[in-house]
């Protein structure tokens, strides 16, 4: 048996080796596909958006009517929803201790004539006894100062039957103007302080729709808005107004300010307490719009996906947010006209993945 010598055995070792390597190699990895994913390319417009709130219908001016004296009141006149004209009566008081003040300040008038009569009598006495040599100067002096005195006594006299006929007046609580009654303050029998609320009166002089408007609406209002007003359960019901008045702090519970409408013409549908809504068409700066689906986040800061056109990746860009709804958002900064963004897929994108564009649209 013959054996194979050490020179022999290298080449076959050697085939061996490379027969083995050529085996183990792997063919490299196919690269994936690229994501598809809809896009939208941005472009710069400013927006609109049509607000609607709803509020109440109140009166441009409501004021409580109130006794400028105290007493037992005696009647009130007139109830909740009824219609008062200028100058009416809506409650009395008993009258009984105002007659007797005026009965005593009037006496006492009286009594201050009489006696401003007397006075005026003594000093013309007093002057002619003096021309003629027969007076002296003192009596003359001390008649004409109390002639004076007299006269003071008669104005003060008269004074006094002015306010008590004032009381007396007072007595008797008239509307100042025409207007509704929307609510009474005290009843008949009961004792009223002077300027106790008896019945709070809305004026006919105009209508205002109410409105908390949160401050995001506030901002965005431009000066002198046209505000249509049309009544809730009845639509064809409207009027337009204007902004007349803005409170200047917000309610602290819901952090909306209150707004006044001042209408135009109002028809008679439109009533006090009536339910309404408000449409204005408000104007937005010149933003960017995409759709809200399109949002993400990196870190705490909102960001969207940007496609590279040319390479066809995506880069994950920080944006601020200028407002948004559940259907868009406004873009203030982080993009530009004509920048294709990611609508759709958004959650499991990649820094520098390819992706295949389905759409394209403005």
Request: hydrophobic residues 45%; proline residues 6%; glycine residues 8%.
């Amino acid at each position: 048996m013959s054996s194979v010598s050490g020179d022999a055995k290298r080449p076959c070792l050697l085939l061996a080796f490379a027969a083995l390597a050529a085996c183990g190699e792997a063919p490299p990895p196919a690269a994936p596909d690229p994501r598809p994913v809809r896009v939208v390319t941005v472009e710069s417009r400013g927006d609109s958006t049509t607000v609607s709130l709803t509020g109440t219908i109140q009166a441009q001016t409501e004021v409580n009517l109130g006794f400028r004296i105290d007493g037992r009141m005696i009647e009130r006149l007139v109830n909740v929803g009824d219609r008062v004209t200028a100058g009416q009566v809506v409650a009395r008081l008993d009258r009984t201790n105002e007659e007797n003040g005026l009965r005593a300040a009037r006496a006492a008038l009286v009594a201050a004539q009489a006696q401003l009569v007397e006075t005026e009598a003594n000093y013309d006495r007093a002057r002619e006894l003096l021309r003629s040599g027969f007076g002296t100067r003192q009596r003359y002096d001390q008649a004409a100062q109390q002639r004076q005195t007299a006269r003071s006594a008669v104005d003060s006299a008269q004074a006094q039957v002015n306010i008590a006929e004032n009381r007396l007046s007072y007595s008797e609580l008239l509307a100042d103007a025409p207007g509704t009654v929307t609510a009474r303050g005290a009843e008949a029998g009961e004792v009223v302080a002077p300027g106790r609320m008896i019945v709070r009166l809305a004026r006919q002089d105009g209508l205002d729709a109410v409105f908390d408007v949160p401050p995001a609406v506030m901002d965005r209002a431009p000066p002198g808005v046209i505000v249509a007003v049309a009544l809730t359960l009845d639509p064809v019901t409207r009027a337009t107004g204007r902004v007349r008045e803005v409170s200047p702090s917000a309610d602290p519970v819901t952090g909306t300010f209150r707004v006044r409408i001042g209408l135009e013409d109002p028809p008679a549908g439109l009533r006090l307490g009536s339910t309404v809504t408000g449409r204005m068409e408000l104007q937005g700066g010149a933003g960017y719009a995409i759709p809200a689906s399109a949002l993400t986040r990196q870190g705490s800061a909102a960001a969207v996906w940007v496609v590279d056109t040319a390479s066809r990746t995506v880069a994950l860009r920080p944006v601020e947010i200028l407002r948004h709804d559940p259907a868009r958002a406004i873009i203030g900064s982080g993009l530009a006209a004509g920048d294709v963004v990611v609508t759709a897929g958004v959650q499991v994108l990649r820094p520098g993945q390819q992706v295949r564009l389905l759409d394209a649209q403005p």
